[in-house]
């Protein structure tokens, strides 16, 4: 695995961050991705040492474009982890079509456009390793989050087909469901939600970004051969799936 160039999508902040950190820590050579806060994202660089990459996950052109120069800057993506992903919560009958797309094309379509990017070269070179970062409430629901819940469920089935695809030329994709994670998004919910929230894992606690860095790790490792196709639901009992 060392010197294996890791490509994470949204992986300078949240769950992203830590994904970048543990493959960076087990020797990979980490490019982390980011949509648009220059200052945060070059303050991530210069505290990690990790590269950083800035283009829009959900722009066919610029996702080719920019894993092109990672290419020749770094080498070729033989692991990807499609992890970013943003909210624009309403119930259905507020939402505007500018939210349904916004929420399905960086959570869903991004998947499609930066796999598409690199999965010619991985069946070249008869390897690679895909996870795609689901969620509890791709699994089971959730109000108020029509078009989230449709793009992470939508996940789950790319990884499935796009995992028959890959197994014969050495590639595995798998999916990792998280549960509620402390991060900064979900402290910033108000501490009686959060109480309730926390009431209903059976662990009795939120997850920490590490732990799905963790099940990130085992899953692109040489170890992980075997799995594919999977989703690795990482949420403390709360959803058994």
């Known amino acids: 695995m060392a010197g294996r160039v890791a490509l994470v ?47 829009d996950v959900s722009d066919f052109g610029q996702v080719q474009d920019a894993i092109a120069k990672i290419v020749e800057e770094h080498g070729p993506v033989e692991v990807l982890v499609n992890n970013a992903g943003i909210t624009r919560d309403t119930t259905m009958h507020r939402m505007s079509i500018d939210q349904w797309k916004a929420v399905i094309d960086t959570n869903l379509t991004s998947c499609f456009n930066c796999s598409r990017a690199v999965i010619e070269s991985m069946r070249e070179r008869g390897f690679g390793r895909i ?25 789950h089935g790319f990884t499935k087909a796009l995992a028959q695809e ?20 979900v402290r910033a919910v108000p501490e009686p939600v959060l109480e309730k929230i926390k009431a209903r894992i059976p662990v009795g606690r939120l997850g ?34």
């Open 9 to 55: 999508t949204g992986g300078t902040r949240g769950i992203g961050k830590a994904i970048s950190e543990a493959l960076k820590a087990a020797g990979y050579h980490v490019v982390a991705n980011y949509g648009g806060n220059d200052e945060a994202a070059q303050k991530f660089q210069d505290e990690t040492g990790i590269a950083v990459s800035k283009f």
């Open 166 to 185: 890959g197994a014969a030329k050495g590639i595995t994709v798998n999916a990792i469901a998280p549960g509620y994670i402390a991060t900064d998004m």
């Open 208 to 241: 920490e970004a590490e732990e799905i860095a963790r099940g990130v790790l085992f899953l692109v490792s040489d170890d992980g051969g075997f799995i594919t196709g999977s989703t690795l639901s990482i949420n403390g009992g709360q959803h058994m799936y």
């Open 131 to 155: 996870v795609n970062i689901g969620s509890i409430n791709g699994q089971a629901g959730q109000y108020g989050q029509v078009n989230y819940a449709a793009a992470k469920s939508g996940i």
